[in-house]
């Protein structure tokens, strides 16, 4: 895709995200790697929903402004740690969806082995630590999960997801947020039914297929079940 088309596709995911309350007033910022070294991401002080292509600016990977007449995202270093980190990545989202945010604000980790489609595009998404935003250290905070997950749940924050497109990046947090609504939904009918170990191998099997990458639960035989008091079987 060449940068043209990027710089468009990057102002229709903004709209998608104000249309979606994912980040209100100038919250949240979106960028994508063009070359090895440069990304073009979303300035600062800007509503999401109302941004022109010509408002966006590139910086390389050290954070560097490039070009652009408006000031680059104080929060850039959030983005240059995943592209640092995980050369898959192609583009970076990241905002404030209010029922992925809850689970940050009142720092419960988000249950797996619940729902196929969490499982097979998501898999299980970690919480980062709580950090200034746009500090140093609020970039290191999701280190630790670069390279293992699609997402991250930023703690008293908002969340932060990563993907092969600008789209693919954006899906992943549309996912989580739904995923999130409906857990704070069935939370309130009750219990919370979980699928069983099978039923979730089974589910992960199918990621490859679906252009998702390993799960590390699966490769590195980790603990199927995140969070295991949220929703219970046998097996939990
Ligand atoms: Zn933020």
Known sequence: MDEAATRE???????????????AGNDGNISC????????????LICKGFMQPDDLCTVDLDGNQ????????SEIKLHLEVYRGDPTATAVVHCHPPHATAFGL???????????????????????????????????????????????????HGTVSW??????AYWNTEVLDAYCRMLLLSRQLGHIERLNAEQVRELLGLRESF???????????????????FGRNDET
């Open 211 to 229: 252009g998702s990458p390993p799960d590390p639960r699966l490769t590195r035989d980790g603990p199927l079940y995140v969070n295991p008091e």
């Open 33 to 44: 790697r063009l070359t090895d070294n440069v990304v073009l991401c979303t300035p600062t």
């Open 163 to 168: 993907g092969p497109s600008v789209e693919r």
């Open 106 to 156: 009142a720092r419960v980790e988000i249950p797996t082995g619940i729902l196929p489609e969490v499982e097979v595009f998501l898999g299980a998404v970690p919480q980062a630590d709580y950090a200034t935003p746009g500090s140093a250290q609020f970039a290191e905070t999701i280190r630790p999960f670069v390279g293992r997950a699609s997402a991250v749940v930023l703690s008293n």
């Open 66 to 73: 490039l070009s652009g007449t408006r000031r680059c995202t």
């Open 9 to 23: 596709e990057i102002c229709d995911i903004g709209r998608r995200i104000y249309a979606r309350q994912f980040a």
